[in-house]
T-cell receptor
């Protein structure tokens, strides 16, 4: 297993366009998390899934944001009608519901950096 | 709700010296986990060390140790024998444990930028 994979690594889009990011978690991990990180700040929680069920959404996740994990494997995060304030790094992480010897449960991807111009 | 506070926006340390990065947390839940992550300029979050709220001893992982003071709600990271490659952002984070349902999402602090000088 090569870890958590996120695509694309970078995305530049014009204001008002829709964008979609993909996250492929570690295969045996049933939990998947999305975070947003703006420059100079720590990651902020957006939402998480257990298998295909979306169990929690942050208040940060406005109506323009939607996340799916249709078969409990990969996940997509879509932002509609992007705004300049959406420019950030979007990080994905996965974990199991059992304690793990490695990373104590969380493995992060390298993120997708979104720039809205 | 839980909260993590990192009061040092930036720190400098000489190569081969030790450095302490501060972290305080706030939660009323008795069962929680504390983490430290390193984030180099590439963006990946690299796990460094973990401390459970019921762990009796301070966690250690190679050159990293966590100074856990439960009564003060602090979880400072100590890096011994700093190396140039340690220059990065460091984040303290916590999660609440929920028994058989496992951990919830992480709450992060604002981070400390460490620069190791030769």
């Amino acid at each position: 297993d090569t870890g958590v994979s996120q695509n694309p690594r970078h995305k530049i889009t014009k204001r008002g366009q829709n964008v979609t990011f993909r996250c492929d978690p570690i295969s045996e991990h049933n939990r998947l998390y999305w975070y947003r990180q703006t420059l100079g700040q720590g990651p902020e929680f957006l939402t998480y899934f257990q298998n295909e069920a979306q169990l929690e959404k942050s208040r940060l996740l406005s109506d323009r944001f939607s996340a799916e994990r249709p078969k409990g494997s990969f996940s997509t995060l879509e932002i509609q009608r992007t705004e300049q304030g959406d420019s950030a790094m979007y990080l994905c992480a996965s974990s199991t519901t059992r304690d793990s010897k490695n990373n104590y449960g969380y493995t992060f991807g390298s993120g997708t950096r979104l720039t809205v111009v | 709700a839980q909260k993590i506070t990192q009061t040092q926006p930036g720190m400098f340390v000489q190569e081969k010296e030790a450095v302490t990065l501060d972290c305080t947390y706030d939660t009323s839940d008795p069962s929680y986990g504390l983490f430290w992550y390193k984030q180099p300029s590439s963006g990946e979050m690299i796990f460094l060390i973990y401390q459970g709220s019921y762990d009796q001893q301070n966690a250690t992982e190679g050159r990293y140790s966590l100074n856990f003071q439960k009564a003060r709600k602090s979880a400072n990271l100590v890096i011994s024998a700093s190396q140039l490659g340690d220059s990065a952002m460091y984040f303290c984070a916590m999660t609440l444990s929920r028994g058989d349902t496992g951990r919830r999402a992480l709450t992060f602090g604002s981070g400390t930028r460490l620069q190791v000088q030769p």
